[in-house]
C-alpha cells in the first residue's frame, strides 16, 4: 500500500508525520508500500492509503498509535 501523510510546513507539522510514518513502519510492516511525506501550505494534516484519505486532523484529535491502526486496515 502506498501512504501519504500531508502535513503543514508552516505549522511545524513535519514531527507529526515523522511520528506518524515511524508507527507505520513498526505496526504496518511489510503491507507498506512506500510513505510519502508532503509538505502543504494549508494547515492541515492529512494521511491517505493508495489515494483514499483516512485521516484528517479537521475530523479526529491527532493520535498516531490510532492513525496507524487506521492505516492498517485500510491497507
Do not use: W
Not at 507529526?16 to 494534516?45: H, K, N, Q, W, Y
Amino acid at each position: 500500500m502506498h501512504v501519504e501523510i500531508d502535513y503543514c510546513k508552516a505549522c511545524g507539522g513535519l514531527g507529526m508525520a515523522i511520528e506518524v510514518r515511524d508507527a507505520l513502519e513498526s505496526d504496518c510492516g511489510a503491507a507498506l508500500d512506500d510513505v510519502e511525506l508532503t509538505p502543504v501550505e494549508d494547515g492541515s494534516f492529512r494521511v491517505s492509503v493508495d489515494d483514499r484519505e483516512v485521516f484528517t486532523t479537521e475530523n479526529a484529535k491527532y493520535d498516531p498509535a490510532r492513525v496507524a491502526q487506521k492505516v492498517c486496515q485500510a491497507g
